[in-house]
């Protein structure tokens, strides 16, 4: 996906920035599965979603991250060379297993943007996450260029 068009960088629902570049890294705060600001879904995996839902919701998180870390590398006058780690987070029944499958949806979101390498990846299950959302992804990505100081969006 090109600057042109990249959606618009996510709102911070509170107190956070929803992305930052420090050290030649981009950080993004934890992303939910959301159009705008309403949430997409809500549930737990295993109860009111499946393996496929999940995936996709990852899916829409992990582009929320995206979006996050080009605006805040953009605003930082560098650009995004590859992901470096993912944390996927699951909202889960106790016996969801799947965790690696929902997550692939994030990782190959990742992929299909930025390509480059696979990044370290963790699949974490949970009772609850922010709004009741299924899934929340943080991402680490590397820059290309030379940052100057440490920039948000």
């Given at each position: 996906?090109?600057?042109a068009?990249?959606?618009?960088?996510?709102?911070?629902?509170?107190?956070?920035?929803?992305?930052?570049?420090?050290?030649?890294?981009?950080?993004?705060?934890?992303?939910?599965?959301?159009?705008?600001?309403?949430?997409?879904?809500?549930?737990?995996?295993?109860?009111?979603l499946?393996?496929?839902?999940?995936k996709?919701?990852?899916?829409?998180?992990?582009?929320?991250?995206?979006?996050a870390?080009?605006?805040?590398?953009?605003?930082?006058?560098?650009?995004?060379?590859?992901?470096?780690?993912?944390?996927?987070y699951?909202?889960?029944?106790?016996?969801?297993?799947?965790?690696t499958?929902?997550?692939?949806?994030?990782?190959?979101?990742?992929?299909?943007?930025?390509?480059?390498?696979?990044?370290a990846?963790?699949?974490i299950?949970?009772?609850?996450?922010?709004?009741?959302?299924?899934?929340?992804?943080?991402?680490?990505?590397?820059?290309?260029?030379?940052?100057?100081?440490?920039h948000?969006?």
């Amino acid at each position: 996906m090109s600057a042109a068009t990249m959606p618009e960088a996510p709102e911070p629902a509170g107190d956070y920035a929803t992305a930052r570049v420090a050290g030649g890294l981009v950080f993004t705060a934890g992303m939910t599965p959301r159009n705008g600001s309403r949430l997409v879904a809500a549930g737990r995996l295993g109860a009111d979603l499946d393996l496929k839902q999940g995936k996709e919701l990852a899916a829409l998180a992990a582009q929320r991250a995206i979006a996050a870390a080009h605006h805040a590398a953009e605003n930082a006058g560098v650009g995004l060379a590859e992901a470096v780690s993912l944390t996927v987070y699951l909202a889960t029944t106790a016996d969801f297993t799947e965790h690696t499958a929902v997550a692939d949806g994030a990782s190959e979101r990742v992929a299909a943007h930025l390509g480059g390498p696979p990044a370290a990846r963790a699949a974490i299950g949970v009772h609850s996450l922010p709004s009741g959302a299924p899934v929340e992804v943080s991402a680490i990505f590397a820059v290309s260029g030379d940052v100057g100081e440490n920039h948000h969006a």
